[in-house]
């Protein structure tokens, strides 16, 4: 089954203006069912308008988008994907729990039933015990657990996630990693990831895809086999082969795909 299927996508900005953009250019991507893959590449690549067109959050100038084999627009009325960005975006005067029933408040689901599902969502975050607190009670790697859980509480089949952890240390980013990991395994959720860290994308992804700027290409699709990923997982061959891929890829070096890095 595949996730998301983008075909020939172009999307150009300020059509016809003198401030014209070609922000994507010929790009083909496809995202199988529970896979995992990051988008990377220089500032204003592209790599946000193209999470924004598998939304359906903007519309293609040519190509079609469809997300679970449907048009990308019917997807998103019929809520297939969770989304996080950077900033967390919860809502202050709210608490935790709340925060992550408002999806489903949407999805006019009952009480009792969004209560339970926001609970389950926090257990997985491991935030069952600030339910009740407020989002400025917590530190910014909480709040964005919290992103992640309201994310997930309509079991998505698809999470778009927009440099989530881009705003966090290192320590609490590399946890919140593994977290995901965790997190989209046991619901079996397929992820479209946007990074700027390069070991980021590859400890989290099956596929990351190198974009080029000017206009927005997608230029290599480097596959990551490395297995069930544990904390040793940074400290592996595989993982720096991986790495040092990724990073002449994206210096528009050819790079050699192997299926064993
Ligand atoms: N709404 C818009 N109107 C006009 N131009 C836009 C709009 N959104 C994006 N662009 C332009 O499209 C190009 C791609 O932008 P985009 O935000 O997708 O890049 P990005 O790779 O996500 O960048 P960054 O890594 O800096 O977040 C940029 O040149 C940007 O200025």
């Keep these: 089954m595949t996730a998301v299927s983008v075909q020939g996508v172009r999307k150009v900005f300020n059509a016809g203006r003198n401030d014209e953009v070609v922000a994507l250019s010929d790009v083909d991507l496809t995202v199988e069912s529970g896979q995992f893959v990051s988008l990377i590449g220089p500032s204003g690549c592209g790599k946000s308008t193209l999470l924004r067109l598998i939304a359906d959050l903007t519309a293609p100038t040519a190509g079609s988008v469809t997300v679970a084999g449907k048009p990308a627009r019917r997807a998103r009325l019929d809520q297939e994907y969770g989304i996080a960005f950077q900033q967390a975006g919860l809502f202050d005067w709210r608490t935790v729990r709340r925060n992550v029933e408002l999806p489903l408040e949407l999805r006019k689901i009952p009480r009792q039933r969004r209560r339970e599902r926001a609970d389950e969502m926090l257990a997985l975050v491991g935030l069952s015990d600030f339910a009740a607190h407020y989002p400025a009670q917590l530190s910014g790697g909480m709040q964005q657990r919290v992103a992640i859980a309201r994310a997930l509480a309509v079991h998505p089949k698809l999470l778009l996630m927009d440099e989530p952890f881009g705003a966090l240390d290192e320590m609490t980013r590399e946890r919140l990693q593994a ?65 040092t891929k990724v990073r002449k890829a994206l210096r528009g070096t050819p790079t050699a795909v192997t299926a064993d890095t």
Excluded: N, W, Y
Aim: charged share 20%.
């Design 179 to 243: 977290e995901l990991l965790a997190v989209c395994a046991k619901t079996e959720t397929s992820t479209v990831f946007v990074t700027h860290s390069i070991p980021e994308a590859v400890f989290l992804s099956d596929l990351v895809v190198v974009m080029s700027a000017r206009p927005g290409r997608i230029t290599d699709v480097i596959p990551v086999d490395l297995g069930p990923r544990t904390e040793a997982t940074r400290q592996s061959a595989g993982f720096f082969t991986a790495v």
